[in-house]
Each structure stands twice: as structure tokens, then as C-alpha cells.
């Protein structure tokens, strides 16, 4: 028999692509969803040839890279809980962030707000949650993942609108917004040699990068579309790559925002990008 924390540290040391304390965090994950218990009530009883013949399929799967959320079909955001697979991007701590600032900064009831590229929808289901009386839509190229958003807002009960739409190509038909927001694809191609292979091999490459000669394509893109969008002295709102906050700025000045501000993230990284239309 072997205690909770001997497995757990047995567990762990078999997914080796992963630091040993995230290895941990995601043993301990993966062992609450499928036994039910809190990790407190695990530590006084659990004999490993107990454990149920999913979990270590799901275990089969962690160490070959594949992300937790995707093996459980779930991810957290905000205190709320959303439904992800393959297409649609895994919600991430600094997207929270985003949501928070913009939270932060706008009180007023009865909002009309637009995010680009939604996802899971977490952006825009959160906003509806948490802003009073917004009105709220949310846009993808995706269905697959329009599919996914529109499940997360049944579940949660969250009054949002979703629209299919290449922002590239078209301009929605959702016009004086106060709150233009979104986390458009903005990694390089040329960054895929960096990137941790979970996010590679599994994450959509469609949600994720742009061509290395034009990685500013959806700022630029959604910043002329925002002018038409957008209510005069409006809100626009982008989550960015840490290394084109000075760029987006400019081209933010060169599209006619005011009001322009770089911020960091909480790991002291340029995340956010924000200006009036």
C-alpha cells in the first residue's frame, strides 16, 4: 500500500515534459475528477489497484502531452467552469485578466459588447455574467467551436449571441459597440520552435498563429473594423504577444485611437493593449 503523496510523487515522476510541480498539480488534478474526493479525504485512504481503469487511460494520455483540460473536458475561467476540446483554444490566466481589466473599467449598465474570435466563448459569457444588463456577442471562423461556445453559455446561462464570421474577409452586423474586445491568433509561425510540444500538437493552429511577415495581421485588421464598429469614445481591448506592445500601439496612433495604454500582465509581461475608437 502506498500512501496518497507516494503515488502521487510515483505519478507525477512518469510525465517527464512537464517540471515537477506542474507534474504534480496535474496528478493531483486528474485524481480528484476521477475518485470524487477532495485531495484532504484522498490522503487517508487509497490503494493504488484501486484506482479506476479510466483514470489510467486518461494518465496514458497526460504523458504523452495531451493538456489536462482536454482530457476532461473542462477548464476553469473566472470561477466559472467551461466545456474545451481540440477546437477551441484552452482558457488561460492571463485572458482572466483581460476579462478583469475590462470589468475594472466599465460599470455601466446595458453595454454593447463584441468579442473577436471567441472560442470557448469564455470572454463573452463571462462579460454577460458579470457586467450588468450587456448586451453580448461573441464571433468565430470556427463552427466547431461556435458549437462549443454556444453549449458554455446554455450551461451557464449566460445571454450571449454568437455569430459566425471571418474578420478577415467580412464585417459583422453588430454595430455602436461600447466594448470591442479579443484575443486574436498572434504567435508567429516562427515561434512553433519555442513552444511547449501540449500546445503544438494538440492546441488549434488556427487560434494560434500568424504569418511570420505580418504578425500584426488581426490587430490591424480589427482596428479598422472597430473604427465602423465601434460608438465614438468606445472601448477597444486586445490581449497581445509580449513582444509587439509597442507595435500595436503604433498602429493603434496610425488607425486614429486616443487614449492608447500598454499594460503588463502579472508576470510582468506587455499582455494587454488598450484605446478609444
Request: charged share 30%.
Given at each position: 500500500?502506498?500512501?496518497?503523496?507516494?503515488?502521487?510523487?510515483?505519478?507525477?515522476?512518469?510525465?517527464?515534459?512537464?517540471?515537477n510541480?506542474?507534474?504534480?498539480?496535474?496528478?493531483?488534478?486528474?485524481?480528484?475528477h476521477?475518485?470524487?474526493?477532495?485531495?484532504?479525504?484522498?490522503?487517508?485512504?487509497?490503494?493504488?489497484?484501486?484506482?479506476?481503469?479510466?483514470?489510467?487511460?486518461?494518465f496514458?494520455?497526460?504523458?504523452?502531452?495531451?493538456?489536462i483540460?482536454?482530457?476532461?473536458?473542462?477548464?476553469?475561467?473566472?470561477?466559472?467552469?467551461?466545456?474545451?476540446?481540440?477546437?477551441t483554444?484552452?482558457?488561460r490566466?492571463?485572458?482572466?485578466?483581460?476579462?478583469?481589466?475590462?470589468?475594472?473599467?466599465?460599470?455601466?449598465?446595458?453595454?454593447?459588447?463584441?468579442?473577436?474570435?471567441?472560442?470557448?466563448g469564455?470572454?463573452?459569457i463571462?462579460?454577460a455574467?458579470?457586467?450588468?444588463?450587456?448586451?453580448?456577442?461573441?464571433?468565430?471562423?470556427s463552427?466547431?467551436?461556435?458549437?462549443?461556445?454556444?453549449?458554455?453559455?446554455?450551461?451557464?446561462?449566460?445571454?450571449?449571441?454568437?455569430?459566425?464570421c471571418?474578420?478577415?474577409?467580412?464585417?459583422?452586423?453588430?454595430?455602436e459597440?461600447?466594448?470591442?474586445?479579443s484575443?486574436?491568433?498572434?504567435?508567429?509561425?516562427?515561434?512553433?520552435?519555442?513552444?511547449?510540444?501540449?500546445v503544438?500538437?494538440?492546441e488549434?493552429?488556427?487560434?494560434?498563429?500568424?504569418p511570420d511577415?505580418?504578425?500584426l495581421?488581426?490587430?490591424?485588421?480589427?482596428?479598422?473594423?472597430?473604427?465602423?464598429?465601434?460608438k465614438?469614445?468606445s472601448?477597444?481591448?486586445?490581449?497581445?504577444?509580449e513582444?509587439?506592445?509597442?507595435?500595436?500601439?503604433?498602429?493603434?496612433?496610425?488607425?486614429?485611437?486616443?487614449e492608447?495604454?500598454?499594460?503588463?500582465?502579472?508576470?510582468?509581461?506587455?499582455?494587454?493593449?488598450?484605446?478609444?475608437s
Amino acid at each position: 500500500m502506498s500512501n496518497y503523496s507516494e503515488l502521487v510523487q510515483k505519478l507525477s515522476s512518469q510525465l517527464e515534459i512537464y517540471d515537477n510541480q506542474e507534474a504534480t498539480s496535474l496528478v493531483n488534478w486528474l485524481l480528484e475528477h476521477h475518485l470524487g474526493l477532495r485531495r484532504v479525504d484522498m490522503m487517508h485512504f487509497l490503494e493504488e489497484k484501486d484506482l479506476p481503469q479510466k483514470l489510467w487511460k486518461d494518465f496514458d494520455r497526460l504523458k504523452k502531452g495531451e493538456p489536462i483540460q482536454y482530457i476532461l473536458g473542462k477548464a476553469p475561467f473566472y470561477g466559472y467552469e467551461f466545456l474545451v476540446n481540440s477546437s477551441t483554444l484552452i482558457p488561460r490566466n492571463e485572458t482572466e485578466e483581460l476579462v478583469h481589466l475590462i470589468l475594472k473599467e466599465n460599470k455601466l449598465p446595458g453595454l454593447k459588447v463584441l468579442d473577436i474570435g471567441t472560442g470557448t466563448g469564455c470572454i463573452p459569457i463571462t462579460l454577460a455574467l458579470e457586467l450588468d444588463q450587456a448586451e453580448v456577442y461573441g464571433l468565430d471562423i470556427s463552427e466547431k467551436a461556435l458549437e462549443v461556445a454556444r453549449k458554455n453559455a446554455k450551461l451557464l446561462h449566460a445571454p450571449v449571441t454568437f455569430l459566425k464570421c471571418n474578420i478577415l474577409e467580412e464585417l459583422p452586423h453588430v454595430e455602436e459597440l461600447d466594448i470591442l474586445v479579443s484575443n486574436p491568433p498572434y504567435i508567429p509561425e516562427k515561434g512553433k520552435a519555442e513552444m511547449h510540444r501540449n500546445v503544438l500538437d494538440f492546441e488549434p493552429g488556427l487560434a494560434l498563429f500568424v504569418p511570420d511577415e505580418d504578425p500584426l495581421l488581426f490587430y490591424r485588421t480589427i482596428a479598422e473594423k472597430g473604427k465602423k464598429l465601434l460608438k465614438p469614445r468606445s472601448k477597444l481591448y486586445f490581449e497581445i504577444h509580449e513582444e509587439f506592445g509597442t507595435e500595436v500601439l503604433s498602429l493603434l496612433e496610425e488607425k486614429g485611437y486616443s487614449e492608447r495604454r500598454l499594460l503588463k500582465d502579472l508576470n510582468g509581461k506587455d499582455r494587454m493593449v488598450t484605446a478609444r475608437s
